[in-house]
């Protein structure tokens, strides 16, 4: 029932009923534990894996969504690295997209507190990655709290990538507190910042502000962003990249 949730986005109660044929009591008590796991959120007769202003989606979704932006993005990130210099990347799945060209970029010194983006880079050769450490969380795969946040403000890195779930004109934003508090200790351990997001987030907002967008070196973006989105971000950042396609 899960994998059909975030296959598709979201779905009815009735529709999850008729596809694996049980009642609706029972899809409700099967929804009720999968949100209790985190890994739909309940609706109005339905479940969702999207992410809302308030609430972050899980992992398992956000790998499967915007892969084709996200890889854009992530190889005009992979152009702003040099090698022998040290990287930070965050827990988003934009972030693993750019730790994928890490290889061809070696010597490096990779940062992270991605578990996934730790099990990709552990087996390159020419890598050092340093694992950031703290309370480890499902629903994003990471390492997030205040140990993860001290140990974030023990290093000093050269470049710093980390991606949002909203942006407006003038901030950045996330929906959950512990990633917000990570991903501003990380901005702060950076000599050059790069936000990178893909086009559906530009032009919302979510519940918390991580940074204004002025506190980025360079904003990329992807070229399937709508053109006028594009344009309201270069007005309000002197550095915007757009991933072409």
């Not at 894996?49 to 992992?59: G, L, P, R």
């Not at 578990?115 to 890598?127: K, N, Q, S, T, V």
């Amino acid at each position: 029932m899960a994998e059909h949730i975030v296959r598709q986005g979201s779905a009815s109660v009735t529709e999850l009923a008729e596809s694996f044929g049980v009642s609706l009591m029972t899809v409700h008590r099967d929804l009720d534990e999968l949100e209790r796991q985190g890994m739909v959120r309940k609706v109005r007769g339905g479940a969702t894996a999207q992410a809302s202003n308030v609430w972050e989606s899980n992992i398992a979704y956000r790998l499967k969504a915007h892969t084709a932006e996200k890889d854009a993005i992530a190889r005009v990130v992979a152009g702003l690295i040099e090698p022998g210099s040290s990287l930070m990347l965050d827990d988003s799945t934009t972030a693993l997209a750019v730790a994928r060209h890490l290889g061809e970029l070696a010597p490096l010194t990779v940062v992270t507190n991605f578990l996934e983006a730790i099990r990709l880079l552990a087996g390159e050769r020419d890598l050092r990655l340093i694992a950031l450490g703290g309370e480890y969380h499902a629903t994003h795969d990471s390492f997030l709290g205040l140990g993860c946040v001290d140990a974030v403000e023990a290093v000093n890195v050269d470049l710093v990538v980390v991606s949002t779930s909203a942006v407006s004109e003038q901030y950045a934003y996330h929906q959950e507190q512990e990633i917000v508090l990570v991903k501003r200790a990380m901005l702060r351990s950076g000599s050059r910042r790069v936000l990178a997001v893909d086009g559906s987030k530009l032009a919302r907002v979510a519940l918390h502000r991580v940074a204004p967008l002025d506190d980025f070196d360079v904003v990329v973006v992807d070229a399937n962003a709508p053109a006028d989105l594009l344009q309201r971000l270069r007005d309000h950042h002197a550095d915007v990249r757009v991933a072409e396609m």
